[in-house]
């Protein structure tokens, strides 16, 4: 539970290398089997609570995903040396679990990271150099410098410090970009009930919402961004009265609106973000690639539905292609539709597609906690840092918000109400470190680093084998 601390909405994160502390004192010195259960438990009692959010949707679903990435946990922790090689192959295994936790199962739930446990730490500017992943691996090198005041081993505190400090300080000097041109933004927040389910609520009411809600707005402005889902329509956006609307708006501020709109296609729909030109023209649209499993999708749905209720989750969501880009009069926007913002591949490939502003169009009014709303927060916090991007958040009932570069939260809605969060923003070019050369090379280096843990964990047994 001291790791599920350092999770949004708490974000204690110094509690959270407490718990990482724990974890190496517990494993240091154990066989197998023994580091197998304690990585389970580890899994259980981090994603239990962190994964929460899921059965909102479906409670089978979440069982199914605690059970199966408390595995991935049980089998990284197994798989790290419990001697001497300890500090250097827990971190390692730590990164190889979190990467797993990023693609398997259902494409990835990369929700309640090791990383998220971090923001607002310097821990989390390790991110400009390797991601998240770089993270993950800094909080277990810092689990031995804190184990140490158990077990004594101070050389392997030494070394593991080092660590840490290094990837703190290079991720705090290191490349992030810089600004060129500002852009006067608006995020609109319709305000509204929560905890109400796609099928509750009626389609009409997020348009209504939000241009109810952005009635204030005058000139001036030069980029307007509505949640996801903001609009519902059955077929071309373009062709409805509901785009007739917007493209409206558009005219009258003589700003560029970017919308959350779900085209519903029979028994499929696409999610969507779509850019209306200050000329009321759409000038692009993305199409969201990272589908919430058991919210916006069914997996295997004709086994599911035979023995689990399914039908607040009666369609299945189209999957996009390409990078979350949106050219647009107001420059080139990246895009992550909600549930992508936990996806660090997303905005990085949005950013390397020439994306100069994150756009977070999302919509976690269906949860009636502040879990799933403090999680996407401190997820676009981390991208930000990650990319050297400034993060513009929109959702119908919160958190909106605007995100530097550096990963602060400048301004912010609170849940419920409606509102506008509005400021003058930074329009980026250039790249992180991460952003250049992504996850590969953290991977890479952890296999490595866990084989040269190995050999040092087998050099250590030779003489006590020989006596």
């Known amino acids: 539970m ?43 009692g981090f ?72 923001i607002g730490g310097p821990l989390a500017l390790a991110s400009r150099l390797g991601g998240g992943l770089a993270v993950a691996a800094l909080v277990g090198a810092t689990g031995v410098v804190v184990s140490v005041v158990a077990t004594r081993r101070r050389r392997s505190a030494v070394a593991a410090a080092v660590i840490v400090v290094a990837g703190a300080l290079g991720g705090a000097l290191a490349p992030r970009g810089e600004a060129f041109a500002a852009l006067d933004v608006a995020a609109v927040q319709g305000g509204g009930p929560r905890g109400l389910r796609a099928v509750e609520n009626p389609s009409a009411r997020g348009l209504d919402a939000a241009l109810a809600a952005g009635e204030g707005l005058g000139e001036g402005v030069e980029l307007v961004v509505w949640p996801e889902n903001a609009v519902t329509v059955e077929g071309d956006v373009a062709d409805s009265p509901a785009g007739t609307r917007i493209a409206a708006l558009a005219r009258r501020l003589g700003a560029t609106v970017v919308a959350g709109v779900i085209e519903r296609a029979g028994d499929r729909f696409h999610n969507l973000a779509v850019a209306w030109a200050p000329s009321g023209e759409i000038t692009g649209r993305y199409e969201k690639r990272q589908r919430v499993p058991f919210g916006e999708y069914i997996p295997w749905r004709p086994v599911v539905e035979q023995v689990a209720d399914v039908r607040f989750v009666p369609r299945d ?43 977070v169009p999302t919509n976690a009014s269906s949860y009636p906690t502040t879990q799933m709303p403090a999680l996407e927060l401190g997820a ?38 409606a509102a506008v969060v509005a400021g003058e923003v930074e329009r980026r070019r250039g790249t992180t470190p991460y952003t250049r050369i992504g996850d590969a090379p953290v991977v890479a280096l952890a296999g490595l680093t866990l084989a040269a843990a190995w050999a040092s964990e087998r050099r250590a047994l030779r003489p006590r084998r020989g006596r």
């Open 2 to 44: 001291l790791l599920t601390s350092g999770l949004p909405p708490f974000g204690w994160w110094p509690l959270a290398l407490v718990g990482a502390g724990v974890v190496v004192g517990v494993v240091d010195g154990v066989e197998l089997r023994q580091r197998a259960l304690v990585g389970a438990a580890v899994g259980i």
């Open 317 to 359: 969501a189209f999957v996009g292609t390409g990078p979350g880009l949106v050219p647009t009069p107001a420059g080139d926007l990246g895009v992550a539709i909600s549930y992508e913002v936990f996806f660090a591949r997303r905005t990085r490939a949005a950013v390397l597609a020439g994306g100069e502003v994150l756009l």
């Open 380 to 417: 676009a916090r981390l991208r930000a840092i990650e990319t050297g991007r400034t993060v513009v958040q929109a959702a119908p009932t919160g958190f909106s918000a605007i995100v530097g570069p550096d990963g602060t939260v400048r301004r912010q809605s609170d849940l419920g109400e």
């Open 47 to 118: 994603l239990g609570p962190g994964l929460a959010w899921m059965t909102e949707f479906h409670v089978a679903g979440f069982v199914l995903a605690v059970v199966v990435e408390a595995a991935v946990f049980a089998l990284a922790v197994a798989l790290a040396p419990s001697g001497r090689g300890l500090t250097l192959g827990l971190p390692a295994v730590l990164v190889a679990a979190e990467a797993l936790r990023g693609a398997w199962p259902f494409g990835g739930v990369p929700v309640a990271t090791l990383a998220q446990t971090q």
